[in-house]
Every structure is written in C-alpha cells, then in structure tokens.
C-alpha cells in the first residue's frame, strides 16, 4: 500500500545517502592519507603511495561538490516535506539550521580543499584531468586554507554525530522520521 506520509522524493533520498557514503569515506580517508610518510620520509627505493591517496580523495570531494550542486539545484525547484507538528518547534529549527550548514559545509570544504591543493606546488586532477591552475604556489595561502579545510571536515564530523544521533532518537520513538529520508514507498 502506498504510503502517504510526506516523503522526499527519489532524486533528494538517493542524493543524501551516495553523499553521505562519500563524506564518511572522505573524512576517513582524508585523516588515514595525512599520517602517510612523505617520499622524502621513506628509505631509499620505497615508493610513496601517498599521492595516490591525495589525489583519490581530491577527485572524490570535487565529485561530492559537483553532486551538491545538483542537489541545491534539485532542492530550490522541488517540494520537500513539512515536519510533523509532533515534532517541538525548537527541535524542528535546529534541525533546519543544521540541515543548511550541511548544505554550506559540502560545499565550502571542497572549495578550500581545492583552494589549498591550488595553492600548493602539486597539481590538482580529478580522476586523471589535470585541472587548469588559476594562481602560483603560495605557502602562506596553502597553509591558510589547509587550517580552514581541517578545521570545517572537524567540525562536519561534529555535526554529522548530532544529526545521526536525532535521527536515532527520533526513529526509535516512532516519529516515522527515518522513513522520510528511505526508499521504502
Ligand atoms: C547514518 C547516517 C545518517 C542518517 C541516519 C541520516 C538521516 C536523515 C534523515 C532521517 C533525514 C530527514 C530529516 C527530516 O525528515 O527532515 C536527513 C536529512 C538530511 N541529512 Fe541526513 N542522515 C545521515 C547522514 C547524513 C550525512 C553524513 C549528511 C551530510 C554530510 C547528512 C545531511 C543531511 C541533510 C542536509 C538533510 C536535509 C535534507 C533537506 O532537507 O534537503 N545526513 N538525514
Ligand atoms: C566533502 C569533501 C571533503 C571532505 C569531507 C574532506 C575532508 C578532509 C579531512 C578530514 C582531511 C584531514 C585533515 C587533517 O587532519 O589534516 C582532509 C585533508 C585534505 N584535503 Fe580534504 N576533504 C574534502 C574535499 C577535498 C577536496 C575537493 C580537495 C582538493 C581538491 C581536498 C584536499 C585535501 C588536502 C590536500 C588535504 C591534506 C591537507 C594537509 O596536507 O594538511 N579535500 N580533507
């Protein structure tokens, strides 16, 4: 039977868990590829894999802000649904608020991600595109940007614990909220 409580549709379910899979993986592959020795840290004849890794997760957060685009397109044209007046109103703002600092943060942490990768003396690609460089190495700049783009993936993971943790505590009082953001129709 067709379930007729206010759902979002397809297209913002299927976007909201590929990039939320995607942002786990980033951040632990982010935290995982920083720790990995430098060339230079390495004896003699060892090759490093380090860059391998940076330009995985280069290509993948500039394939998370492409997907948020579209989202933020997907979301300014296409309904979503109001919350259940079950919910109180302080929790139905905050949960606003956060749902739009998420939609600010994946796109920002990309944008300085790819502003310090720009503003180091290695090349930015995505999945083997080399990406024109729009301004010469700067270390003052990379480091400035590196602090910004460490300190916004800190303060996602901060973020994303409080929004599962209500997710959590609203699906197991039987608010029907999971439901809203599953395939299940
Ligand atoms: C296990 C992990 C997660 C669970 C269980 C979960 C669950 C949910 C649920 C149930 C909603 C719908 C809330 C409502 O009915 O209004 C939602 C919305 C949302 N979630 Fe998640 N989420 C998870 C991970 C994430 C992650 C990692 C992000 C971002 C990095 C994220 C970003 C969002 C955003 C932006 C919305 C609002 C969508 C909109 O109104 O356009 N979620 N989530
Ligand atoms: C959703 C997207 C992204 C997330 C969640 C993310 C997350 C992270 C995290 C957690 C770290 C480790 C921070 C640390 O402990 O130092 C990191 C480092 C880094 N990220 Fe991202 N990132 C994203 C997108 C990007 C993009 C698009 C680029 C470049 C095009 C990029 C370039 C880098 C670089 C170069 C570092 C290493 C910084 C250093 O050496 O200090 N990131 N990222």
């Known amino acids: 039977m067709e379930n007729s409580s206010p759902r979002y549709d397809r297209v913002q379910v299927t976007l909201h868990w590929l990039i ?8 632990g592959l982010g935290l995982y590829m920083v720790e990995l020795p430098k060339k230079w840290e390495l004896p003699p004849g060892e090759e490093s894999v380090r860059a391998f890794y940076f330009l995985l997760h ?3 957060g500039i394939t998370v802000a492409m997907l948020m685009i579209l989202r933020v397109v997907w979301r300014l044209t296409h309904k979503v649904p109001p919350m259940p007046d079950t919910i109180p109103k302080w929790q139905q703002r905050a949960a606003t608020t956060v749902h739009a600092v998420f939609y600010i943060m994946l796109l920002a942490i990309p944008l300085t991600g790819y502003l310090q990768s720009m503003y180091s003396k290695f090349h930015t690609k995505f999945w083997g595109i080399t990406l024109p ?3 010469e190495a700067d270390k003052l700049a990379r480091e400035q940007f590196s602090e910004i783009h460490q300190f916004l993936a800190y303060l996602l993971v901060v973020l994303i614990v409080l929004h599962v943790a209500a997710a959590i505590k609203h699906h197991l009082s ?8 599953s395939f299940k129709r």
């Open 133 to 135: 460089r729009m301004a």
């Open 58 to 60: 280069k290509s993948m």
């Open 20 to 27: 939320a899979a995607i942002v786990f993986f980033m951040i």
């Open 174 to 181: 039987g608010s029907g909220i999971f439901d809203r953001m």
